[in-house]
């Protein structure tokens, strides 16, 4: 086995973080840093331009404690015990925690989303999760363990990546959590869930997803940060979540890039935003 000398690993490393600073250096000079949205030259590396900037929206204003969608101008939320909870959660609340995400799913946000999903834009990986972490620190301060939303084996196998296991390993890894990327399995493959209600989403996930046996023992007991690319009516969520609290679980909250409005909250608060 080889010695180091002292001093040598710092050096090294020291040397090597000089070496990439240098070479980043070149890059962005011989080809400019693109904006992550509309591909036009930006200033530096991981930005976007002014405009796609302004196009992007978190969820803002009042917000269900649950789920986190947001609620307008609050006529629908029912407040329980001195939170606010949509419609939704209040009639059924959902197996989680809670929900939280880092933006909206707009026009603003889709195309970062999409090209991630399908465009092998996996360096949307990284930006997407410090997004994420900043919308949700406390959900992230509670956590034991961050576990994706599994694909199924044959999705995995044609795109070649989980999107949403690249965002957690972003996440995990910034938070100094363990990561559990195989902990959840999906038994079957699903339909595309897009044009379907609430209720028929959940009646397609029952049963589809489980704890790896394997991955038992580290779930037990531990408060568990599921992540997904995108949040709509919570139903896979919720389909996780009971997994992870069937194997043991202590608690699960789920953290996603962006989340689908209510369309009911958004037509009673006037449309919409500007």
């Not at 973080?17 to 200033?43: E, K, Q, W």
Request: with cysteine; hydrophobic share 45%.
């Amino acid at each position: 086995m080889r010695l180091s000398a002292p001093g040598e690993g710092p050096a090294l490393r020291r040397l090597a973080a000089g070496v990439r600073r240098a070479a980043g250096f070149v890059l962005d000079s011989l080809l400019p840093p693109l904006c992550l949205s509309c591909r036009v030259p930006v200033l530096a590396a991981g930005a976007q331009c002014p405009d796609c900037a302004r196009g992007l929206n978190p969820p803002g204003g009042f917000l269900c404690h649950r789920c986190g969608v947001p609620l307008g101008g609050g006529l629908l939320a029912e407040r329980v015990e001195g939170r606010l909870l949509c419609p939704g959660c209040h009639a059924a609340p959902p197996d989680y925690g809670q929900a939280r995400a880092a933006l909206l799913y707009d026009e603003g946000a889709k195309p970062l989303i999409l090209a991630l999903k399908h465009g092998r834009r996996t360096d949307l990986a990284r930006w997407l999760a410090r997004r994420m972490a900043a919308a949700a620190p406390d959900l992230l301060a509670r956590a034991e363990a961050v576990v994706p939303v599994p694909l199924h084996w044959r999705r995995l196998l044609a795109r070649g990546y989980n999107q949403s296991g690249l965002m957690a390993a972003h996440l995990a890894r910034a938070a100094g959590l363990p990561l559990l990327p195989r902990a959840l399995r999906r038994l079957r493959a699903t339909p595309p869930l897009g044009a379907r209600s609430a209720a028929e989403r959940a009646r397609v996930l029952e049963g589809v997803f489980a704890v790896a046996p394997r991955a038992v023992p580290r779930i037990a007991g531990r408060r568990v940060l599921l992540v997904d690319d995108v949040l709509t009516s919570g139903a896979t969520a919720s389909a996780c979540a009971r997994a992870l609290l069937s194997a043991g679980a202590a608690g699960v909250d789920v953290l996603a890039a962006a989340r689908v409005p209510d369309p009911r909250i958004e037509a009673l608060d006037g449309g919409g935003r500007a």
